[in-house]
């Protein structure tokens, strides 16, 4: 009787903990390139009737679904290539995959490597692909493109190899070649590396000039040497720049190679161009200044170099072997006192750029008869032209606004002058013991506020209203 009772009770046990056991089930097929995301460790033969089922198409870059059938009906995959369902039956999915054909177009200059056979307009995906770029004669790379990307740093041994991934499009282009043959004297600047024989069209050339004896740069000849044909260039560019530690001045010349070129240069020795140890840099503005050393250059004509912005205060004071400068027109500022004394200096070519001339500029400049003084100055200083006993014309232009004191004080030939309407200040004994000048012609139609009571103490008639 126990044993009977100890039966029925495993029994009921048994049911109790198997509740599934009376559950309907079904069996799962899936195809290539399908896999189950959950339920995990599911066993396909008998899955639980409503179990919900979460399948991935495995499919890969550059393919396509074609066919999603599942008991051979058509159905789609969601996003992510997910596919969700609750089996019911027995169930069979299968994906049939098409492989993604691209394209693949190349311009002239370009040729495939490999694959040998290939058909530009069905590549399977993931193709590896070699082209070849054909440079034409005394040519070369102007560009390299890939889709519209410059791949010029891909290129090996005049080759590109992908994998191609999508529909790619490649061009190249090509520029002409051209030689430079550089006369004495001569050296490239920039760009720093290149085969004078092999320069590409479009480069941008800057040649250095070096000053034989400080001698100036006459000109530049660029001949072209195919035809002949010579250009005569008179736009003297010159550099102060720090090479190798050391400061240097020389002339430069920039061009675009556009044919075959030769170079060279001619120098007027009878101009001067003062070395590097006469510029100094200012540490806060960058400008270039000439310094009072160089009132010990022996040179008789000098030229200002057009990277100087200022002739420094006593730059040339007492320079007795100068004879003519010639400023250019960087030149902004001529400093105090900066051709004081220069008692041979007969002859000065004052460039529009300069807005100031400070005070006892050209003061004791003896042999000076005339000076031509460009639209743009605005202040002249003190004593300017003070006891330049030989001057006997001076112009002031309409942008002058200030005459300083004494600024033609002991002007002894000094016999005409023109002061315009845009003159508000004259300073004390402006034009004190100046013999010749027997008027002064006056634009304004009365004397201004700002003119000091003594600017003209000799009493020289004065002309007003007068129109230059």
């Known amino acids: 009787m126990k044993k009977k009772i100890l039966y029925f009770i495993i029994c009921f046990i048994f049911i109790s903990c198997n509740p599934n056991s009376d559950v309907e089930t079904f069996k799962l097929f899936l195809g290539e390139d399908l896999a189950i ?9 008998s899955i639980p009737k409503d179990t919900e089922i979460t399948i991935i198409a495995l499919i890969k870059k550059g393919e ?104 790619t499009n490649i061009s190249v282009s090509f520029l002409k070649l051209f030689s430079l043959t550089l006369g004495e004297n001569l050296s490239i600047l920039r760009p720093t590396e290149v085969d004078l024989e092999k320069i590409k069209e479009g480069t941008n050339i800057d040649i250095k000039a070096i000053l034989i004896d400080n001698s100036a740069i006459e000109n ?26 050391t400061y240097d001045v020389f002339a430069q010349k920039s061009f675009v190679m556009d044919k075959n070129y030769s170079i060279s240069v001619n120098y007027n020795t009878n101009l001067k161009v003062l070395p590097a140890n006469y510029y100094e840099i200012d540490d806060f503005s960058d400008k270039i ?10 040179y008789s004509n000098i030229l200002i170099p057009n990277f100087v912005e200022f002739i420094g205060d006593r730059a040339f004071k007492e320079c007795n072997s100068l004879e003519s400068i010639e400023i ?49 100055i605005k202040v002249i200083g003190y004593s300017a032209f003070s006891f330049c006993t030989n001057l006997d014309s001076i112009n002031i232009p309409n942008t002058v606004t200030s005459l300083g004191e004494y600024i033609f004080y002991e002007c002894e030939n000094l016999n005409s002058i023109f002061i315009p309407e845009s003159v508000i200040s004259v300073g004390y004994y402006a034009f004190k013991n100046c013999p010749n000048l027997t008027k002064i012609n006056i634009q304004a139609k009365e004397i201004p506020s700002g003119w000091n009571s003594e600017w003209n103490p000799d009493g020289i008639n004065v002309n007003f209203n007068i129109q230059e």
């Open 37 to 45: 995301i959950n339920p995990r460790n599911l066993n396909t033969n």
């Open 64 to 167: 396509k679904v074609k066919h999603f059938t599942v008991n051979e009906e058509e159905k789609a995959l969601k996003e992510n290539n997910i596919f969700k369902f609750t089996i019911t039956e027995d169930v069979i999915i299968k994906i049939e995959l098409e492989e993604k054909k691209l394209e693949l177009n190349i311009s002239e200059g370009l040729s495939i490597v490999y694959p040998k056979e290939l058909n530009k307009e069905s590549i399977p995906w993931g193709t590896h692909i070699c082209v070849k770029i054909s440079i034409p004669e005394n040519q070369a790379i102007n560009e390299f493109k890939v889709n519209g990307i410059d791949k010029y740093n891909s290129i090996e041994e005049n080759k590109y190899s992908f994998d191609i991934e999508k529909d």
């Open 220 to 245: 530049f000849i660029l001949k072209d040497t195919t035809t002949n044909e010579e250009i005569i260039n008179l736009d003297i560019q010159y550099k102060y720049e720090k090479i190798n530690e």
């Open 289 to 298: 200044s000439i310094t009072p050393q160089a009132q010990n250059n022996s």
């Open 328 to 376: 250019t027109t960087s030149v902004e500022t001529i400093g105090n006192q900066a051709f004081f004394g220069c008692e041979n200096l007969s002859s000065i070519i004052i460039p529009n750029s300069i807005k100031n001339i400070g005070y006892g500029a050209f003061q004791y400049c003896n042999i000076l008869t005339s000076i031509n003084l460009p639209t743009g």
